[in-house]
């Protein structure tokens, strides 16, 4: 159960998904093995993902080679009943790269390895980039780092991850500056353990990581997580949108003081804490206390090609980065990651 000052619908979605891929969806089993019947016929990945109306003219394309990943909770009804093999199957066939996990089963599809697991994406053309683990439990046997520091790095290096993180946020003494301090130390912890064997432990954000200290309003959390963290030891994987959110919701301090932020320049100060991206969109809607509907990516207001190409132009960074698509409850899950590599691969830097 999470210990935040007050409930946030939002995290508490997030922080409940933990058995994420080992439940299937409502969709019928003769529904999801039509959509994925292509799969069949994938056989390299020689084909172009179609283009799209997002095309921006004739200049460099704005994502890097080899540098387009998914985040797998994004596809957890396909993999929980058809599993592994068909869902990496039609990411080859849309031109990804990579994939980061939000577990390891598959539900009806029958049990699996992490060496068969690791073999199957390799056989797709597909890398393992990084992985979801819980934080922390009050079940002593939980699978997270706070619980299992040594299992969960076992696994990620059975699997041949660079990355290992968790998307629960620093909320596990308070909201406080203190409390967030003590995450930080926790993070450190992990972060030294990880990198010990070669990983990098990362921390992925939602909105309310931007909102501010409960005992000092002045001061923002995520600042306070910035600070308070080794950036040899500790990196951050921005999800793009829930910045966004963060932006519409905390741009003012409780007390109606204006405090403005741009979730790019976070990036921007400080590139080589950021090497993963949570790609996703939403169309505004000031009506929305979070300020944005979820959308597939190209479908919204996030300016990708701005934001993308301000971090891919840095010196020395066009490849230091990965970009995972994600949409937490797609309408179709496969429509949604065949648009969103269509949309992204189409976008070119303005010449």
């Given amino acids: 159960m999470s210990r935040f000052s007050q409930p946030d619908p939002e995290l508490n979605h997030r922080l409940s998904r933990r058995g994420m891929l080992g439940v299937a ?13 292509p799969a069949n016929a994938a ?6 993902p179609a283009t799209t109306s997002g095309t921006k003219g004739r200049g460099r394309p704005v994502l890097p080679p080899g540098r387009l ?17 068909p869902v990496f199957a039609e990411l080859e066939r849309y031109g990804y790269d990579e994939v980061e996990f939000a577990g390891y089963t598959q539900g009806s599809a029958g049990p699996i390895t992490l060496a068969q697991l690791k073999r199957l ?37 059975a699997l041949g ?7 629960s946020g620093p909320f596990r003494y308070g909201s406080t500056v203190d409390a967030w301090k003590r995450a930080a130390e926790d993070f450190n912890t992990y972060g030294a353990a990880a990198r010990a064997r070669g990983m990098k432990f990362y921390q992925h954000n939602h909105s309310e990581e931007f909102s501010f200290a409960t005992d000092n309003p002045k001061v923002r959390l995520y600042d306070v997580l910035l ?26 301090r409780p007390d109606g003081t204006p405090a403005p932020f741009e979730p790019l320049n976070y990036v921007l100060r400080q590139p080589d804490r950021y090497p993963l991206f949570h790609v996703k969109d939403g169309e505004s809607d000031p009506s929305n206390p979070y300020g944005y509907n979820m959308t597939d990516v190209g479908d919204g207001d996030i300016d990708y090609q701005r934001f993308i190409s301000a971090v891919t132009r840095l ?3 066009r490849l230091a980065h990965h970009w995972q698509a994600e949409h937490d409850n797609p309408a179709e899950s496969f429509t949604f990651a065949r648009r969103s590599s269509a949309h992204l691969h189409s976008l070119r830097e303005k010449c």
């Fill in 161 to 167: 991850l660079k990355h290992i993180g968790t998307a």
């Fill in 315 to 317: 010196r020395g960074h």
């Fill in 69 to 85: 990943g998914i985040q797998l909770y994004s596809l957890r009804d396909k993999v929980s009943t058809l599993g592994f093999g």
């Fill in 25 to 37: 969806a409502g969709a019928t089993a003769a529904a999801l093995l039509g959509a994925a019947a």
């Fill in 43 to 48: 056989t390299n990945r020689s084909a172009t």
């Fill in 121 to 157: 994406a390799r056989n797709h053309g597909l890398n393992p980039i990084g992985s979801h683990v819980g934080y922390y439990s009050d079940d002593p046997n939980a699978y997270t780092f706070a619980q299992n520091l040594t299992k969960v790095l076992d696994d990620a290096q």
């Fill in 227 to 252: 600070k308070e963290t080794d950036p040899d030891l500790v990196h951050l994987e921005m999800d793009i949108y829930w910045a966004y959110v963060g932006q519409f919701r905390f741009s003012k």
